[in-house]
């Protein structure tokens, strides 16, 4: 991933249930885990070789005990090189309201945001699915 984006490596990988057991139970000078508690949802549940943070999800990658895929991401140095770009489409706006048949105020808030790939093919790089079989 270096070499294709010309900048950086994994920094962040996303993980199920079992690829994630498994590397709980590496001894802590390879996998060190985040102490934060099982929950519902995505949660960071380490750091590998020290240098990769570790997060759980519960969907989007296959996942059993046989074979499983870790969703690999790199954080670029430079933010107009991260494979995902994230803005404000229309800036952040807040209107008063006319008053209710009670006479009170309120406001309303509008704003739009986007999330796309990177248009720069090296910057869209910054990501892989890594495959892992034979598990069992």
Not at 47 to 62: A, Q, S
């Amino acid at each position: 991933m270096a070499i294709d984006t010309m900048d950086h490596g994994i920094t962040h990988a996303y993980v199920g249930k079992y690829i994630a057991s498994q590397w709980m139970s590496l001894p802590r000078e390879i996998f060190e885990p985040s102490g934060i508690a099982e929950r519902p949802g995505i949660y960071r549940i380490g750091r590998l070789f020290g240098r990769i943070d570790v997060y759980y999800t519960p969907k989007g990658l296959t996942d059993t005990a046989a074979a499983g895929q870790i969703l690999g991401i790199g954080k670029a140095t430079n933010v107009s090189l991260n494979p995902f770009v994230l803005g404000d489409a229309v800036a952040p706006t807040v209107m008063p309201l006319a008053f209710n048949a009670d006479m009170k105020r309120g406001a309303a808030f509008y704003a739009r945001n986007f999330t796309a790939v990177n248009p720069f093919k090296q910057a869209a790089l910054g990501c892989a699915v890594i495959n892992v079989t034979n598990m069992i």
